[in-house]
């Protein structure tokens, strides 16, 4: 039996109904709208509304109805996670934009105060915007970044929102409307052009925003073109998205979903390597029966599903946390990827967690699962110079401190070069830490 004939069969097996909800989202303008804030206190929804103003908000009644524990509220990760919280914003940013709606101020003044706040939030860190973008003769290519020698993300234009928004987005520059802020692919032939004069790339990340929020046929349209024997060079496509529990429906009962599975197929075909690059934060996002459904289909057309996410205060700064995250995706077939740092940016101040501490929590975590779950690396922060690796605490002739890798780099003679930072249970970044035994400069900076 061909593979095509077991797929389709996976498909149409008596599986449960699920119905075919309607996608329903909520975004800043609707906050007063969602029935469950409506319990709050006028206060907390006053505060949600200032943060929302400044960070975006969007979520959808999937996540409302089905994550959120709202018998937990505000502790509940979900809600947490997708819920603005008042100190998501420093104290200084958040009594500015307070002010300024308290006193109703007009439209021009208060969208004025957000600026100079979302400004002073570094909405584009690790020189997304300097350093990343590419030329192509002579001429920067907007919707493409090329940081790593092999890897080329791609932004098309249509994939940049999310089925929902994370309050932590290191990306939440994208969503907030500003044009000067946004990275996105204004044709299709910027991707094809690129990678026809780069032969080393052999991965492209399609990313955003959420991909997957696109119709299959738009999706297809980008993709479709790269199965040619042009770009025979490029091996593996991943997908960057969070629908898998944001919005797991786009793979069972949405209209296309069949055709969206089917382009999973065809990429496949064509001798490319798929692999969904599955933003996952805690292990509730996993238990509705839906979700897993979704992963069934996923990986019944041979795609591989790799996980990742950061380590986040309110959310998941908990080694048991962590553990059972990793241990249910394996046994649901998905591969632990990635534990990520929160990024120096938006609202890192309520989510970081001390690079000590985060090594130490990972640790336990990998611990805790057997040796098929540690595929997991991490702590990583994605910085300027490349994902830096936390790898544990060490004394050396009587000097305390914190080991770390480069995982990948901007140069690739970085790749795997350990390196040691004085010991500061504070930090929380990379430039927060300074060079061990004496060093003036770590080997990156020189």
């Not at 297809?220 to 770009?231: D, I, M, S, V």
């Not at 996993?286 to 289909?297: G, K, V, Y």
Request: hydrophobic share 40%.
């Amino acid at each position: 039996m061909s593979k095509q004939n077991i797929v389709a069969i996976s498909r149409t097996k008596n599986w449960p109904d699920f119905g075919q909800p309607r996608f329903k989202v909520f975004t800043a303008r609707q906050l007063d709208q969602i029935p469950q804030l409506q319990k709050l206190s006028a206060e907390r929804r006053f505060e949600m509304e200032v943060v929302a103003r400044v960070l975006p908000f969007r979520v959808n009644e999937y996540v409302i109805n089905e994550l959120i524990d709202w018998g937990n509220v505000p502790d509940d990760p979900i809600f947490q996670l997708t819920i603005p919280q008042r100190d998501m914003l420093a104290p200084e940013h958040f009594n500015r934009v307070a002010s300024a709606i308290i006193r109703g101020a007009d439209r021009k003044t208060l969208d004025a105060v957000i600026r100079e706040v979302r400004a002073e939030l570094n909405p584009h860190p690790a020189g997304q915007m300097e350093d990343n973008i590419p030329t192509l003769n002579g001429e920067r290519v907007e919707g493409l970044q090329h940081k790593y020698r092999e890897t080329v993300l791609f932004f098309p234009s249509s994939g940049q929102v999310c089925h929902s928004y994370c309050t932590f987005c290191f990306r939440w520059a994208q969503f907030v409307g500003d044009k000067e802020l946004k990275i996105a692919a204004k044709e299709t032939h910027q991707l094809q052009a690129y990678l026809r004069a780069h032969p080393e790339v052999t991965d492209v990340l399609v990313t955003g925003g959420d991909p997957l929020v696109m119709k299959t046929r738009n999706l297809r349209a980008y993709l479709e073109p790269l199965l040619g024997e042009a770009f025979s060079h490029v091996k593996t496509i991943r997908i960057g998205t969070k629908s898998l529990t944001f919005w797991p429906q786009r793979f069972v009962t949405d209209d296309d979903a069949d055709d969206l599975l089917a382009l999973f197929e065809e990429i496949q075909g064509a001798g490319k390597h798929l692999a969904l690059m599955a933003h996952y934060n805690h292990w509730q996002e996993l238990e509705p029966a839906i979700a897993r459904e979704a992963i069934r289909r996923v990986r019944a057309t041979g795609a591989q599903i790799r996980s990742q996410g950061p380590l986040l205060a309110h959310i998941n700064d908990d080694a048991n946390i962590w553990a059972r995250l990793w241990r249910t995706q394996v046994g649901l077939g998905i591969i632990p990827y990635y534990m990520f740092v929160e990024r120096d940016t938006g609202a890192r101040n309520y989510f970081e967690v001390p690079l000590i501490k985060a090594w130490q929590i990972y640790r336990d975590a990998i611990q805790k699962v057997s040796g098929i779950g540690r595929t997991a690396r991490g702590p990583s922060m994605s910085a300027h110079p490349g994902k830096v690796e936390i790898q544990g605490v060490t004394e050396i002739q009587g000097e305390k401190a914190i080991v770390l890798r480069m995982i990948q780099g901007r140069n690739s003679d970085w790749v795997q070069r350990p390196f040691f930072a004085r010991y500061d249970a504070n930090a929380t970044w990379l430039d927060h830490l300074q060079p061990a035994f004496g060093e003036e400069k770590f080997f990156f900076e020189q």
